[in-house]
């Protein structure tokens, strides 16, 4: 393992590629499988977006494990510690100058805490700069800036609570479905609740919340699958079944997906990091 300085701090691990703008330092970097870091601090605040294997970060009291194309945002001077997955890992970090926060922060006070990036439009831009990154390396610096902007922006209008115009009775849909998410529901069945067709519920649903109605059940379900597996020792097969997927095989292709692990690799992340 190497250190190599950048114009913002120093970063551990096999430094693969980096490039250098005004507010934004981007560096890629391997590490080997089970590596750990002890606890250490940065100067500069940094998005840390996974490319490949498993990362995890624990801060007091906070844990976040992330797969690929799962992005994380860690605030300056904040100690952490850090445990690299069984695989291996690679992830692109993005180091964001003083001058760049604060100008994000004259618009909402927001990144100011650990937090892992989650939503479907914020996704959506997480995989964007992984895809930027890795294959089209020229003008990359200046594509991933901006889409640092659009994450900030969507974080803004998410601090800012729901537009004016959001109907009420998508509150009702959210509660129903968070209340029901493990259950076989059919857009039909939801739109019959609240007394609107399905096709334009599935529109409303998805120009105010970011994601299909279908997208936010399965993460429903992960997220319930993730709290399983992290405070429980049940039974995969009984896991996907009480999360509402119709067979462990497709539980687990589900989880990968969404996480980057399969729920056994996030079990037994979950037990190193505590």
Request: charged share 25%.
């Amino acid at each position: 393992m190497v250190e190599e300085r950048t114009k913002f701090a120093i970063i551990q691990g096999d430094v693969q590629r980096k490039a250098e703008a005004a507010d934004v330092v981007m560096t890629e970097t391997r590490y080997n499988p089970n590596t750990r870091l002890g606890p250490h601090t940065h100067k500069q605040g940094c998005f840390g977006f996974i490319l490949q294997g498993e990362y995890s970060e624990a801060f007091r009291p906070l844990e976040f494990v992330c797969g690929p194309r799962m992005a994380v945002f860690r605030p300056p001077l904040i100690e952490h510690r850090n445990a690299i997955g069984e695989q291996g890992a690679r992830a692109l970090f993005v180091e964001v100058s003083d001058r760049w926060l604060n100008h994000v922060r004259e618009y909402s006070p927001i990144l100011v805490q650990p937090t892992v990036l989650q939503s479907g439009h914020i996704n959506a831009l997480a995989k964007a700069v992984c895809r930027q990154w890795t294959e089209n390396p020229c003008g990359a610096q200046l594509a991933i800036e901006g889409f640092l902007y659009e994450i900030a922006a969507e974080l803004c209008r998410q601090e800012a609570g729901p537009p004016e115009r959001r109907p009420k009775w998508l509150d009702n849909v959210l509660e129903l479905m968070r209340a029901r998410f493990n259950e076989p529901l059919r857009a039909s069945d939801i739109a019959r609740e609240v007394g609107f067709h399905p096709v334009h519920v599935a529109r409303v649903f998805r120009h105010n919340c970011g994601m299909t109605m279908v997208d936010f059940i399965r993460q429903l379900r992960v997220d319930f699958a993730r709290e399983r597996l992290q405070s429980s020792d049940t039974p995969l097969v009984d896991i996907a079944l009480s999360a509402g997927f119709p067979s462990q095989a497709y539980f687990s292709t589900t989880f990968k997906q969404e996480t980057g692990f399969t729920p056994g690799q996030y079990r037994r992340t979950c037990r190193r990091v505590r």
